[in-house]
């Protein structure tokens, strides 16, 4: 729209009104200083519109804050240039100050006004709601998430004016750096102080990964309706026992309560296990992931034999009943022995857990979501996905940061379990499988 086409276009009484046309202000009652007062809006716009919609959004929007906080001062200083005695409090000028505003922070004048008592300067709360920092942290989190480093963060920043660009700020390397880093903080502290009280948890994901040569842990959750919900993440040069440890003990600190038993999916480290083994023993049932059993198997037999074994494999781990699982896996690990010894003993070693499922009943589509760690897998990619342009790690908790980040970004791309409807069953054959391991251990003492 030009300027233009804001003026009279015929005859002293034609306005051009917005969603209206061109209206005769006398026949629709339309006063005449509001028609100027549009006519002159519509300059203003038409002017902020040579640098695209978007700019002259932004700016019709500044103009719009400026008009809000003067009616709220308005509202508690009374009308300017009027004495009233009743009035709470009086103008005390203006001063710079700054709000977010597209990825950057824009100068503006903030009105102040103090109490008539001398108690001190009001806050405005079109000022504090306006000027909060929380739309501003979230561009610059989700633009770093998705791979745009500090140097080139003011190329994705909307389009807002000349007039604007002028008066913003906190685009800087610097500046970006130092809000992603604070930004990321808050989640890690969020993230990891999160109450998991609230509900019923039935399966638990527990997976290492490394980020820049040093290992982490997290883990993901399943609750009773088939929700999934990243839990924990600790750092630990290594994934050894202590630091999964720690994992398991920030779950309990945080409310989680294994008490009617727990499924826990994991890869087969030795440390995890042992981990789980020492504080759960007694509540926690272990299913081993068989994609990662696969591999390590056929990472110790040749390749004209990963074929066949995958094939032998899978034909155990579909039976529906755990002792012929069982007896089929020892046969294929007796069948290897002769001429692969050490491919028989990987597959011998935490054999028994990786048909956990089939004595617990479990079918169909909810034994294939339970006998991998892919779901954790999963997420863990989406983590290393958005730290993939971070090029210089450092000491402390950057790689949390990172972490945490990404499996809070990794939530809310989550869906349900697949399989969910069947985990009443599951719920019912884990707290069947507690009680029998415990009246086992009563009659052994």
Same mark, same amino acid.
């Given at each position: 729209?030009?300027?233009? =086409? +804001? ?31 549009? &006519? ?14 978007? !700019? !002259? ?12 906080? %003067? ?5 508690? %200083?009374?009308?300017k240039g009027r004495h009233d005695p009743a009035r709470?409090?009086? @103008? ?16 503006? $004048?903030?009105?102040?006004?103090? !109490? ?16 909060? @920092?929380?739309? /501003? ?7 770093? /998430? %998705? ?8 190329? *994705? ?6 007039? *604007? ?37 039935? *399966? ?28 924990? *993440? ?10 999964c440890k720690r994992l398991l003990d920030d779950l ?12 826990l999916c994991i890869d087969g480290g030795k440390a995890?296990? =042992? ?23 056929? $990472?110790? /037999?040749?390749?004209?034999?990963? +074929? ?28 290897? &022995?002769?001429? =692969?010894? $050490? !491919?028989?003993?990987?597959? @011998?070693?935490? /054999? ?14 909810? %034994? ?25 790690? @450092?000491?402390? $908790? ?48």
């Amino acid at each position: 729209m030009s300027a233009s =086409h +804001a003026k009279t276009t015929s005859g002293a009484n034609l306005r051009l009104v917005p969603g209206l046309g061109l209206v005769d202000i006398e026949s629709a009652g339309l006063p005449a200083a509001l028609a100027d007062k549009v &006519e002159g809006e519509l300059e203003v716009f038409a002017t902020h519109m040579r640098h695209g919609l978007l !700019a !002259a959004a932004i700016n019709v929007g500044l103009d719009v804050f400026s008009q809000l906080l %003067a009616a709220e001062v308005r509202e508690v %200083a009374g009308a300017k240039g009027r004495h009233d005695p009743a009035r709470r409090a009086v @103008r005390h000028g203006s001063e710079r100050s700054k709000v977010p505003l597209g990825g950057r922070m824009v100068a503006v $004048d903030k009105p102040r006004v103090r !109490a008539v008592e001398g108690s001190g300067e009001i806050g405005l709360e079109t000022w504090a709601a306006l000027s909060s @920092r929380e739309l /501003l942290d979230r561009h610059t989190l989700i633009s770093m /998430l %998705a791979g745009v480093s500090t140097r080139t963060y003011s190329t *994705v920043l909307e389009p807002a004016g000349p007039e *604007v660009e002028e008066a913003s700020s906190a685009t800087s390397k610097s500046a970006v750096s130092r809000r992603f880093v604070e930004a990321t903080r808050a989640r890690l502290a969020e993230f990891r102080s999160r109450s998991l009280a609230d509900r019923r948890w039935l *399966v638990v994901y527990i997976d290492g990964f490394g980020l820049a040569d040093e290992a982490l842990i997290g883990a993901l959750g399943v609750d009773e309706k088939g929700n999934k919900m990243p839990l924990s *993440v600790v750092h630990g040069t290594t994934e050894n026992k202590a630091a999964c440890k720690r994992l398991l003990d920030d779950l309990e600190e945080r409310g989680f309560d294994p008490t009617n038993g727990v499924l826990l999916c994991i890869d087969g480290g030795k440390a995890i296990y =042992h981990a789980v083994k020492d504080k759960w023993s007694d509540v926690a049932l272990i299913q081993r992931c068989r994609a990662h059993k696969s591999r390590n198997l056929t $990472d110790l /037999l040749p390749e004209s034999h990963h +074929a066949w074994v995958r094939r032998e494999l899978s034909r155990a781990w579909a039976m529906s009943d755990a002792g012929e699982a069982e007896v089929a896996l020892r046969n294929l690990a007796a069948k290897i &022995e002769r001429t =692969h010894p $050490d !491919a028989a003993a990987s597959l @011998r070693e935490g /054999l028994t857990d990786t048909i956990t499922i089939n004595r617990l009943g479990v079918t169909g589509t909810l %034994a294939k979501t339970l006998s991998t760690t892919n779901p954790m897998e999963s997420t863990i990619d989406i983590v290393k996905a958005h730290a993939r342009n971070v090029k210089r790690w @450092r000491a402390g $908790d950057m790689r949390l940061r990172w972490a945490a980040a990404g499996m809070l970004a990794a939530e809310a791309q989550y869906r349900r379990v697949k399989g969910y409807r069947q985990l009443d069953h599951l719920a019912v054959a884990i707290a069947s499988e507690i009680q029998r391991r415990a009246i086992q251990l009563a009659e052994a003492s």
